[in-house]
């Protein structure tokens, strides 16, 4: 047929004038050209190296940048640890009201507040994994990667992520294994010796104590400060990860393919109330947006994984970002930000419920 012949020379202006506004609209709709550009002018205007995997569950669409890098994950590990838990509770039967008594020995430097609580206190395992993952209670993780046991955790962790994310310790034994950097004799140290660490206010001070704890020399030290400590310790792979592998853990958790729908529920609401990383994403992204998500922080490293839209499966949005390398926390946090805001101006944040 032709087109001439139905339309007036005025009329194939305007046909062709939509034609071309409709291909513009389909070529806007896809926002990942724009977004991965934004995201490499952070990572080039932040004095750290970024990593970023960004997924949209309803199409498909993903950006990657740095994402199949070795990155050290912190905190986040502890949303494994909290599938693990919860297939245990479906699948072996095993009760979370049952409870743990804190011991002495199971206190660990960080957040949360079973650090000032006395020995002898009993808690559900529920109970613990939710400060686990809401407050990042290092106390709450190590108690429960003790009751599954750290071998048969990460089996299963092993089952759940065939490849890409290394093996997981307690939060405790990352102090054992990061200050052996600077001398070995550092197996002697307790529990309570890392949290008289953690008081120090500077890397240096912190240094400084640990010296004096081990009875060394500066020339004795095998490491030259804490950060050289723990860059060396980086290098090993533990607690470390990819962010897409993450990012597929975070899209079967959410697509009910890891755990029943109550305990689905249950571990998006605990990640959508966490008390750390206000000055994140978070801090970039619309108020009251939906974003559950999970932070981690260590000595020069940091993340931020979760999902925006959570609660709608079809628009829920992957988003896994780590930084390494930088000044100060600070600058992550900014950086951190700026992801926040490219976010919503790509048009991925949804509204809050």
Request: aromatic residues 8%; contains cysteine.
């Amino acid at each position: 047929m032709n087109l001439r012949s139905i339309f007036p020379r005025t009329g194939m202006a305007l046909l062709a004038l939509l034609v071309f506004t409709s291909g513009a609209v389909a070529q806007t709709d896809d926002w990942r050209p724009v977004l991965q550009k934004e995201i490499e002018r952070i990572d080039q205007t932040f004095s750290g190296d970024l990593g970023v995997y960004i997924r949209h569950l309803g199409n498909g669409r993903e950006i990657a940048h740095n994402a199949d890098q070795d990155w050290y994950l912190a905190s986040t590990i502890k949303v494994p640890l909290a599938i693990v838990l919860m297939q245990r509770a479906e699948d072996e039967d095993l009760d979370l009201e049952q409870k743990l008594t804190l011991r002495a020995s199971d206190y660990v430097d960080g957040t949360g507040d079973l650090l000032w609580v006395d020995p002898g206190a009993r808690y559900s395992l529920e109970e613990l994994n939710r400060r686990s993952i809401v407050d990042s209670d290092s106390t709450a993780t190590d108690m429960l990667i003790r009751f599954l046991g750290e071998e048969s955790f990460n089996e299963e962790v092993a089952r759940l992520v065939p490849a890409g994310l290394g093996p997981i310790t307690t939060i405790l034994q990352v102090r054992y294994d990061a200050y052996s950097e600077v001398h070995p004799s550092v197996s002697r140290l307790s529990n309570r010796d890392f949290i008289d660490l953690k008081t120090a206010h500077t890397y240096k001070a912190r240094y400084d104590m640990l010296l004096e704890k081990l009875d060394i020399s500066v020339s004795e030290a095998h490491a030259g400060s804490v950060r050289e400590a723990f860059e060396r310790y980086y290098q090993r792979g533990i607690n470390s990860g990819n962010l897409e592998v993450f990012g597929t853990l975070l899209e079967e958790l959410v697509q009910g393919e890891l755990l029943n729908e109550a305990h689905t529920d249950r571990l998006l609401g605990y990640l959508s109330e966490i008390t750390t990383g206000d000055r994140r994403i978070a801090g970039g992204l619309p108020s009251g947006a939906p974003f559950a998500h999970k932070t981690g922080t260590q000595v020069a490293r940091s993340c931020d994984i979760g999902l925006l839209n959570s609660q709608q499966p079809d628009e829920a949005v992957i988003v896994a970002a780590c930084a390494r390398n930088y000044a100060a926390l600070s600058e992550a946090e900014k950086a951190y930000q700026a992801i926040g805001r490219a976010l919503d101006e790509a048009g991925l944040v949804g509204n809050a419920d």
